[in-house]
C-alpha cells in the first residue's frame, strides 16, 4: 500500500516526527511504500474560498499543493498525518492542508482513503487532545477515511520526554499493524 506521511512541525528532529519515523519503520517492514511530505517547508497557502473550483477543478493558486501534493493525495491509499499539539488544536500548516481539499473534496471523498494520526503535547491530561482528536474524527467521517488507529501522545514536550514516554514503541506497533 501507498502511504503518504504529511508532517507539520518546524522541529524536523521534533516529537512527532520520532513516532513518525517509528511508525514509518513499522510500515516498511510490513513492505509499504512510504513519501513523507513536510507541510511546514511547502509553499501552502490558505483557501482563498473563491469558489473557482467549484469543488470540483482546479485551484487558482499555483502553490505546492496545487502543483505537487494534491496529485499525491490522489495516488496515495492511506494519510498519515503528524502533528504537535497546538493551543488544543492543529497546527495552522496541516489544517491547510484539509482546508484545501475543497478544490476535489467529492473525487477525494470517492478514494475512500485510509487514515492515521500521530500527535504529542506537553501536558499529560484527559483533556489536552479533545478537540484535536473530535476533529480527526469528524474529518474522516465526512471525507470518508478509514480511520486505521491513533497515537496521542501526552507529556511528550521534548524529544528526550517523547523517547521515555512509550508513545514511540505504540507509533512502531501501529505502523507495523498496518
Ligand atoms: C505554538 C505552540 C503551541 C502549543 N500548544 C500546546 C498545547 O495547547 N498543549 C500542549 O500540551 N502543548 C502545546 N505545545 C507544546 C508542543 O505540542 C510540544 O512541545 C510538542 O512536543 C512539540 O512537538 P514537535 O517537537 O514535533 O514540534 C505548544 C507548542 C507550541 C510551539
Not at 467549484?54 to 503528524?82: A, H, P, R, W
Not at 475543497?102 to 494520526?117: D, R, W
Not at 499529560?124 to 486505521?148: G, H, K, L, P, W
Amino acid at each position: 500500500m501507498k502511504i503518504l506521511v504529511l508532517e507539520s512541525s518546524g522541529n524536523k528532529r521534533g516529537s512527532s516526527n520520532l513516532l513518525a519515523e517509528a511508525f514509518i519503520r513499522g510500515a516498511k517492514e510490513n513492505g509499504h511504500e512510504i513519501t513523507e511530505f513536510d507541510v511546514i517547508r511547502a509553499d501552502i497557502r490558505a483557501c482563498l474560498g473563491c469558489n473557482h473550483c467549484g469543488m470540483n477543478g482546479s485551484c487558482v493558486q499555483k502553490d505546492d499543493y496545487e502543483t505537487k501534493l494534491k496529485s499525491m493525495i490522489k495516488e496515495t491509499d492511506m494519510l498519515v498525518f503528524v502533528m504537535p499539539v497546538y493551543y488544543y488544536n492543529w497546527p495552522a500548516q496541516l489544517k491547510t492542508v484539509i482546508d484545501r481539499f475543497y478544490s476535489f473534496t467529492t473525487e477525494l471523498t470517492n478514494m475512500h482513503k485510509k487514515a492515521v494520526l500521530l500527535t504529542v503535547a506537553w501536558d499529560d491530561t484527559n483533556t489536552v487532545f479533545s478537540v484535536v482528536e473530535a476533529y480527526y474524527r469528524r474529518i474522516c467521517e465526512y471525507m470518508q477515511f478509514e480511520d486505521r488507529g491513533m497515537v496521542l501522545g501526552g507529556g511528550c514536550g521534548t524529544p528526550s520526554m517523547t523517547k521515555s514516554s512509550g508513545f514511540v514503541e505504540k507509533a512502531y506497533d501501529l505502523g507495523k499493524s498496518i
